[in-house]
């Protein structure tokens, strides 16, 4: 099933399948990898990191499962990282001596002043002796024991630190542990005070604890330490939006763009800035830029039904939310938004339909059984409703 629903381009639908497979068997490689491999492709290179490096864990001839593990580490900037697991995989492969050469102009391009450990290869990845077992134990669903994991766990180099770090964070705030989070985040940037990135995670693990104020110093110091952190510029200028302060995260959301004329998260900030404003002219202006520069973003699809729908537009916010399933095909979050969208504009039929196919796609999420059962009730089809209620609580 997961493989099917890779082949479609269905990555959510593959990791839900693929979640299932890791509960029973959590050692079975051919599932990690294609976890890691599914994440890379969503652009999630710290959760690809992870699956990958359980793999190498348990299969260290796996070349496949190398290669795309050092491509995930180029892609996070790890560059010395990523050409150290990429070695041992290269002699009986002379074709990926080009990806290789990439990596190793990299390093010489980026490492400016290594220290001690980073000038030599090490002989075994940091990941197979720490995230391996710490991955598998958290794709099994045991967080409290991937979290003593990845704390025991030695931090050989910085970038096996800040990775460590950002799991620890991750897991803490996903768990509902935010003063964990904090305190975890706040350790890493005392550590490293002049890493943009280490406040960075600081910042957002204050506003998972609802310390906005803290958070706000926390992005402007990793936009200080580098100009070129437009997470921390949206950060900041989302801060702004929360707070009121439009003018100022219109600011920031516009210099955004001013150095990524293509961001789309820019694009859609932008569009529900003017919503709280009121000009829905203006919202759906930057939400059709947005489509424009990401066609499978959803957010920008959202925005758009939220602007027609409160306008009383009710088949203008159907057409978006036919956009946004054409443009990501058999997505449930898509078909749920159609089901809303058409149950609005009177085709209750169809929403339906629609609600039923988001359950099916994705039977865990309480919104979609929520919506499919107004749906039943609309339809008179009150003891299915009832059932899907019953589920929900």
């Known amino acids: ?207 998972a604890a609802g310390r906005r104020a803290e958070a706000r110093a926390q992005y402007a110091e990793a936009y200080k330490l580098d100009p070129k952190n437009l997470a921390a510029l949206l950060n900041l200028g989302n801060l702004d939006s929360l707070e009121g302060h439009y003018g100022d995260a219109g600011v920031r959301y516009k210099a955004v763009l001013n150095q990524d004329p293509q961001n789309a998260v820019a694009m859609t900030a932008l569009g529900r800035l003017a919503m709280l404003q009121g000009n829905k002219a203006e919202a759906l202006k930057w939400f059709q830029q947005a489509i424009g520069a990401a066609p499978k973003f959803a957010a920008p699809y959202i925005g758009l039904i939220v602007v027609y729908s409160e306008s009383g537009q009710f088949d203008e916010a159907e057409n978006a939310a036919k956009r946004l399933v054409h443009a990501n095909p058999g997505n449930p979050a898509a078909l749920n938004a159609l089901g809303a969208a058409q149950l609005d504009a009177g085709h209750h039929g169809k929403a339906l339909i629609s609600l039923q196919q988001a359950v099916k796609l994705a039977p865990r999420v309480p919104l979609y059984r929520t919506n499919l059962a107004r749906a039943q009730i609309i339809n008179k089809d009150t003891m299915d409703a009832k059932d899907n209620l019953i589920q929900v609580i």
């Not at 904090?182 to 990135?197: G, T």
């Open 1 to 207: 099933h997961a493989v099917g629903a890779v082949k479609q381009a269905h990555l959510d639908d593959a990791i839900s399948e693929l979640q299932q497979v890791l509960k029973v068997a959590p050692d079975n490689a051919q599932a990690q990898f294609l976890m890691g491999a599914v994440n890379y492709a969503q652009g999630n290179y710290g959760q690809a990191e992870m699956y990958l490096s359980n793999v190498m864990g348990i299969d260290q001839k796996n070349v496949q499962a190398r290669k795309l593990l050092a491509l995930t580490l180029y892609r996070s900037g790890s560059s010395r990282q990523a050409l150290d697991t990429l070695r041992p995989a290269v002699p009986g492969n002379p074709s990926d001596t080009e990806l290789l050469a990439l990596l190793q102009k990299a390093v010489a391009e980026g490492a400016g002043k290594p220290g001690p450990k980073a000038s030599a290869p090490r002989a075994t990845s940091p990941f197979d002796s720490q995230f391996a077992p710490a991955g598998k134990t958290l794709a099994s669903g045991n967080e409290s024991e991937a979290i003593r994991l990845l704390k025991e766990g030695p931090s050989s180099d910085a970038s096996t630190e800040a990775r460590r770090n950002l799991f620890l964070v991750m897991i803490y705030v996903r768990e509902k542990h935010p003063a964990d989070a904090v305190k975890v985040a706040a350790q890493y940037a005392a550590r490293n005070p002049h890493n943009s990135a280490a406040h960075l995670l600081y910042g957002t693990a204050l506003v």
